[in-house]
Every structure is written in structure tokens, then in C-alpha cells.
T-cell receptor, first 103, second 115 residues
Framework: GIQVEQSPPDLILQEGANSTLRCNFSDSVNNLQWFHQNPWGQLINLFYIPSGTKQNGRLSATTVATERYSLLYISSSQTTDSGVYFCALHVRFGAGTRLTVKP | EAQVTQNPRYLITVTGKKLTVTCSQNMNHEYMSWYRQDPGLGLRQIYYSMNVEVTDKGDVPEGYKVSRKEKRNFPLILESPSPNQTSLYFC??????????????FGQGTRLTVV
């Protein structure tokens, strides 16, 4: 079946730092997405990015479909960025990266 | 506003008492699905539907039923809930294209506790 692997599993940052989260996948991509799960459990759509690069404020994402990976960049992190970040391919979710941003 | 709406958001029930979690989307999406999220196990798909009257099992269908009588609604039914079905549940919808389902939109989640 489809494998989706995320790294790192946990990440602790000081406010203002930058970070890169990685998602490797085993299948051809036509619907890769990044989500942020906030402390209340809600899944927030960040990017729908089967290929190329997108930016939204301090967040950006790049998917290299030919090499089967996607990256999520968070710049100038804030405490409100804390939570779990998931990538998902088709119906398969990765295990997530738990981000903690300290003031 | 385009959205997926789940109800209820929180539910505590007793073992064996039938319950239904509703899901409705207003985006005319063909594809709808249910997930459960458990600590250490991540999000796993329970059932999905590719259109009205078309449903199929996901990875963890045991103990659940679904129906798709209308395009906008996809209720999740627990005929005889058990404590191991205590979980956070998400409904999702997405449009279908020639290459499959595309961007998924998720509901706000339903936190179910079975005692």
C-alpha cells in the first residue's frame, strides 16, 4: 500500500526560528496535502500541493513529485504554530510532526 | 461558505446504545469518507463513498456502518458502540477527477467517548 513518512517526529523551536518538515511518499502523487492540527483537534488545510511551490504568509510548501517528497517551511515561527503537522497522500496520512514553539 | 459539518462535536454514550454521527457538505463533492484518529495510530480511514449509493470499506470498518442516500450527506452509524470505539472522528469530502479524489476538506471532528 501507499507509504507516507514524515520527519522529524518531534520538533522544538524558539519563537522566531525557521523550520523545515519533510514528507516522503511511495506512490505517484496527484493530491498531496499538508494539514495543521491545532490543540483543539481541528484539522486545518494548509496546502493542496501535488507539485510545485506555494506560499501563504510565513508558510510555504514544495512538492517534487519525481523524487516523491514534499517539504513544508515555516519561517519566523510563533507560539500559535504549535501543534501537529500532517501530510496526506490520497487517503493515507503520515504519522505527523509535533511542533512546539517556545516563547 | 464551503464547509463540511459534523454533528455532534462531543458525545459521551454507553456501550451498546446505537448512535449516528452526521456529516454534510455543501460543495457538491462526489467523494466522502470517515476517519478515526487514535494516539499512536494516526488517522485511519473507516469507510468511503464515491457517489450516491456507492460505499466501500476503508482500513478499519469493523463496528461501523455508513449510508449515502444523498450526495451531500454521509452519516456514520455505530450499531452497538464499544469502548474501543472511543476516538476522534473526522468526516471529509473531495471532488473526484479522472485521476481520483483531489483536495480534501475536513469537518471539525467529533470526540466520541463510549463508557
Amino acid at each position: 500500500g501507499i507509504q507516507v513518512e514524515q520527519s522529524p517526529p518531534d520538533l522544538i523551536l524558539q519563537e522566531g526560528a525557521n523550520s523545515t518538515l519533510r514528507c516522503n511518499f511511495s506512490d505517484s502523487v496527484n493530491n498531496l496535502q499538508w494539514f495543521h492540527q491545532n490543540p483543539w483537534g481541528q484539522l486545518i488545510n494548509l496546502f493542496y500541493i501535488p507539485s510545485g511551490t506555494k506560499q501563504n504568509g510565513r508558510l510555504s510548501a514544495t512538492t517534487v513529485a519525481t523524487e516523491r517528497y514534499s517539504l513544508l517551511y515555516i519561517s519566523s515561527s510563533q507560539t500559535t504554530d504549535s501543534g501537529v503537522y500532517f501530510c496526506a497522500l490520497h487517503v493515507r496520512f503520515g504519522a505527523g510532526t509535533r511542533l512546539t514553539v517556545k516563547p | 461558505e464551503a464547509q463540511v459539518t459534523q454533528n455532534p462535536r462531543y458525545l459521551i454514550t454507553v456501550t451498546g446504545k446505537k448512535l449516528t454521527v452526521t456529516c454534510s457538505q455543501n460543495m457538491n463533492h462526489e467523494y466522502m469518507s470517515w476517519y478515526r484518529q487514535d494516539p499512536g495510530l494516526g488517522l485511519r480511514q473507516i469507510y468511503y463513498s464515491m457517489n450516491v449509493e456507492v460505499t466501500d470499506k476503508g482500513d478499519v470498518p469493523e463496528g461501523y456502518k455508513v449510508s449515502r442516500k444523498e450526495k451531500r450527506n454521509f452519516p456514520l452509524i455505530l450499531e452497538s458502540p464499544s469502548p474501543n470505539q472511543t476516538s476522534l472522528y473526522f468526516c471529509a469530502s473531495s471532488p473526484l477527477t479522472g485521476t481520483g479524489n483531489t483536495e480534501a476538506f475536513f469537518g471539525q471532528g467529533t470526540r466520541l467517548t463510549v463508557v
